[in-house]
């Protein structure tokens, strides 16, 4: 996880709210994504971004944003959380190489 | 399309070995990775092999790669009770954005 933090770590919150979850790296890797993980589904691309302001869908992107304004920071918001939302999501980076590093991850409850 | 499989649970005792098994069906793989995931952690990669080798060793961990029939392996020698995780095969192609597909990870128990 070194070089890579995510926040908030847990995080509870109402159907229909807006959630952003925060992605930062200190690696200057050129590639960020997000996922999420849910039993029995291993880890689902949702978006990823090859570059500052350069974003691109996953598989299961439906009901999600993204947002790269600088190269350390990579944002995912939920714009009316759902409950099938409630996932634990991570982050990943990755440099010029295929090989890709995760953070520690965020735990969602959506209520 | 792609598609990762492995099975969900695998029990071994203390000192034997353990061989996670998985299949892959997207034959212009470039990479195929094995991540390990502890109890309320993130993934931390274990290893990783090119498509065009067949076998890569480190330390205890022996990964082989079957490409004709799209299958991988991650054998540990010597499995200790600190090796009980879910073990994640995933595979990236040369699909331009870099993203990984995994399977649904293995359970690995290790009984004392």
């Known amino acids: 996880d070194a070089g890579i933090t995510q926040s908030p770590r847990h995080k509870v919150t109402e159907t229909g709210t807006p959630v952003t979850l925060r992605c930062h790296q200190t690696?200057?890797?050129?590639?960020m994504y997000w996922y999420r993980q849910d039993p029995g589904h291993g880890l689902r691309l949702i978006h990823y971004s090859y570059g500052v302001k350069d974003t691109d869908k996953g598989e299961v992107s439906d009901g999600y944003s993204v947002s790269r304004s600088k190269t350390e920071d990579f944002l995912l918001t939920l714009e009316s959380a759902t409950s099938s939302q409630t996932s634990v999501y991570f982050c990943?980076?990755?440099?010029?190489?295929?090989?890709?590093?995760f953070g520690p991850g965020t735990r969602l409850l959506v209520l | 399309g792609e598609d990762v499989e492995q099975s969900l649970f695998l029990s071994v005792r203390e000192g034997d070995s353990s061989v996670i098994n998985c299949t892959y069906t997207?034959?212009?793989?470039?990479?195929l990775y094995w991540y390990k995931q502890e109890p309320g952690a993130g993934l931390q990669l274990l290893t990783y092999?090119?498509?065009?080798?067949d076998m890569k060793q480190d330390q205890r961990l022996t990964v082989l790669l079957n490409k004709k029939d799209k299958h991988l392996s991650l054998r540990i020698a010597d499995t200790q009770t600190g090796d009980s995780a879910i073990y994640f095969c995933a595979e990236s192609t040369d699909t331009g954005r870099r993203a990984l597909t995994f399977g649904s990870g293995t359970r690995l128990q290790v009984q004392p």
């Open positions: 092999i090119f498509s065009n080798m």
């Open positions: 990943a980076i990755s440099d010029s190489q295929e090989t890709q590093y």
């Open positions: 690696e200057n890797h050129r590639y």
């Open positions: 997207d034959s212009s793989s470039t990479y």
